[in-house]
């Protein structure tokens, strides 16, 4: 079912013909970056790590699909159910892209894409899936093969872990370009060489269980040894720093990876700030069945992760491996700071 509930662009074209007293309500901020035109339900504006992902992410998917960037419009919206759509977390329709913060890269993906055409669901939300930069793992669900969800003809009928998992060992074992052949409408035996039965059991059997998130990817900044601090920049106007993954409306986020020398439990303290949030990143391609969780630290691949919040109350002990860890720090222009420190120290 379709939202009744009134799109922001309703609310733009009321206010343009609003008296110069101005309108009773207030109107959606209006923002423009490189590559986007943004009506946002937020009262905070973009912060400029906001702005550069959508960019990045609209550059990246553009090249990738072999396309030239270009200008488009995003709706972004403060809860679901978004309007005009038949999904609650949003959709691309009429040439605008309408969503919450969470499904942005998501409904990006399928605004760049929008030019090439899809055949059906298992194709179009594979690819905007694989593209948006999450973690990609299998299915948990038993009853979904790649027979089944071929023949899914909506969003809702669709199971989302499959086809962007399915999209990512398609385009990483044959390419990008024979994936989108598929995409178009061409058969998979004339472009894989397999009928489709054949070529989900080769999936089952040789897909690795699950592909790193883009942001665990990036490099660590430091090397965490005994004792380690690590300041974590939260002024709106760094780049890096965003409003759209906060704890909650006003608040920002700043992430860095950082690497742990020497496994073991450490004390976490923060100087400034809201919370930290603590992420153990996986390889970059897992072969193995879905890892435990240790500590308390959820990883990489956790859709449900256990108190995934470490508030700035005082000390928190943790267990830690000898890996790359993610650590989003948790700000808000309330406690007029800048910056927020993050002081590591081992115990054992």
Not at 80 to 104: D, E, Q, W
Not at 180 to 189: D, H, I
Not at 227 to 248: K, P, Q, S, W
């Amino acid at each position: 079912m379709v939202s009744v509930r009134p799109s922001l662009i309703g609310f733009v074209l009321a206010a343009s013909s609003c008296p110069s007293s101005g309108c009773s309500e207030r109107q959606p901020a209006v923002e423009k970056t490189k590559y986007s035109r943004v009506i946002s339900e937020f009262e905070q504006p973009l912060c400029q790590g906001d702005r550069s992902l959508i960019d990045e992410r609209i550059e990246r998917t553009a090249e990738r699909l072999g396309l030239q960037p270009e200008i488009i419009e995003i709706e972004l919206y403060t809860s679901p159910p978004v309007p005009g759509c038949s999904s609650p977390f949003g959709c691309y329709s009429g040439g605008v892209a309408r969503t919450i913060a969470s499904s942005l890269e998501h409904e990006i993906v399928h605004a760049i894409a929008a030019p090439i055409g899809a055949n059906r669901k298992l194709w179009s939300e594979g690819l905007a899936e694989a593209l948006s930069g999450g973690f990609i793992r299998r299915s948990w669900r038993r009853d979904s093969t790649v027979s089944t969800e071929w023949e899914a003809k909506t969003s809702g009928e669709l199971d989302y872990l499959l086809a962007g998992h399915l999209a990512q060992w398609l385009i990483a074992s044959r390419g990008m370009e024979a994936f989108l052949r598929a995409y178009r409408g061409e058969s998979t035996e004339d472009v894989y060489g397999l009928p489709l039965e054949a070529l989900g059991e080769e999936y089952e059997r040789e897909a690795p269980w699950g592909y790193s998130s883009e942001g665990c990817l990036e490099e660590a900044v430091s090397l965490v040894t005994d004792e380690h601090e690590e300041t974590f920049e939260i002024d709106c106007a760094t780049n890096g720093v965003r409003h759209l993954v906060g704890l909650y409306p006003g608040s920002v986020a700043s992430s860095k990876n950082l690497g742990i020398e020497r496994a073991g439990r450490y004390e976490l303290r923060l100087e400034g700030g809201l919370a930290v949030q603590v992420l153990r990143c996986l390889d970059p391609v897992v072969s193995t069945e879905e890892p435990d969780l240790e500590g308390g630290v959820y990883h990489d691949a956790d859709l449900s992760p256990p108190n995934p919040y470490l508030f700035a109350d005082g000390a928190h002990e943790l267990e830690l491996d000898a890996s790359v860890h993610r650590f989003t720090v948790y700000g808000t222009d309330e406690l007029d700071e800048d910056s927020v420190r993050l002081i590591l120290r081992r115990l054992k």
